[in-house]
């Protein structure tokens, strides 16, 4: 159902792996993932229908592209699974900053069991390369506090679903959290929302073309044409040309696009640019 060597080639990986799963192995693979696969939504601004099939999500990202979280982490667990470790999908719901908790269903989590180490003798993991500029390595699913790079994180048992969690994002973070239950979930759950993220004028995806990267000092952020890089401190740029809009995301996102045509890239670049042009005429809100 995924290819797993491509996929593995895809994140720099060797791609027949000897090693059995192990919590290091998977968070080698989770960092990889990371690193080299970008949280992107420009199938949106290129008009272009997905679904959350993960299969579907796999071939994607084998190809060079990414995501966001049905892709990236529908994706990641349909290579997890191949490669023998116990995954469990589960909906989930991101909050803004100032927002209520609630699992909408507008976020797939991860778990990941059975792994062992000495930090996690449970062996239990919160796994997740589809929060954008959140974690860059398996969390235990236990109760604490926990540093990754410049950023802090906390897990701690959710208030609204009982027996579930929250994830509470660094504070300068894009959002300010996330709520799992503990129930599994078939990808069929995400349909409405997918629907709904990927052509509602009112969606986040719809009104601005957002790319991130994360890494282990920090993480790339380009909305619109407005680049930053948050680690220790946060640094801006804005992008003035095509060639510098397509330069960022090939050597700072890993996305050189070499699946669009150059009449599909000025297309592009036309959208996004007017977008960016009509935030500033709003004042930059």
Same mark, same amino acid.
């Given at each position: 159902m995924v290819n797993t060597a491509a996929y593995l080639?895809? +994140?720099?990986?060797?791609? %027949?792996?000897?090693?059995?799963? %192990?919590?290091? %192995? /998977?968070?080698? +693979?989770?960092?990889?993932?990371?690193?080299? $696969?970008?949280?992107?939504? +420009?199938?949106?601004? /290129?008009?272009?229908?997905?679904? $959350?099939?993960p299969v579907e999500s796999a071939a994607r990202v084998c190809l060079g592209r990414g995501g966001y979280c049905y892709h990236l982490n529908g994706a990641f667990s349909q290579l997890l699974t191949a490669l023998g470790y116990d995954v469990t999908r589960h909906v989930s719901g991101v909050q803004p900053h100032g927002g209520e908790p609630g699992i909408t269903g507008n976020h797939l989590a991860l778990t990941v069991r059975g792994l062992p180490s000495a930090d996690n003798p449970g062996g239990a993991w919160l796994v997740d390369v589809g929060l954008g500029d959140a974690l860059h390595e398996p969390l235990p699913l236990v109760a604490g506090t926990y540093r990754q790079g410049p950023f802090t994180y906390a897990l701690r048992p959710s208030e609204i679903v009982p027996g579930g969690w929250r994830f509470d994002h660094d504070s300068r973070g894009s959002f300010a959290g996330m709520d799992f239950g503990t129930e599994p979930a078939e990808m069929t759950a995400f349909d409405g929302m997918h629907e709904h993220l990927s052509t509602s004028p009112t969606s986040g995806f719809v009104r601005v073309a957002t790319v991130q990267r994360r890494d282990a000092y920090g993480v790339d952020i380009l909305r619109g044409l407005l680049l930053t890089r948050l680690g220790a401190e946060r640094r801006y740029v804005t992008l003035t040309s095509a060639l510098d809009y397509y330069a960022a995301l090939a050597d700072i996102f890993r996305l050189p696009l070499d699946d669009l045509s150059a009449d599909e890239k000025e297309q592009l670049w036309l959208k996004v640019s007017a977008a960016h042009e009509g935030w500033l005429a709003a004042g930059s809100p």
């Open positions: 080639a895809r +994140l720099g990986l060797p791609e %027949s792996p000897q090693a059995p799963p %192990s919590a290091e %192995s /998977l968070r080698a +693979l989770h960092t990889a993932h990371v690193e080299n $696969v970008a949280y992107e939504v +420009l199938e949106i601004w /290129l008009g272009r229908t997905t679904t $959350v099939d």
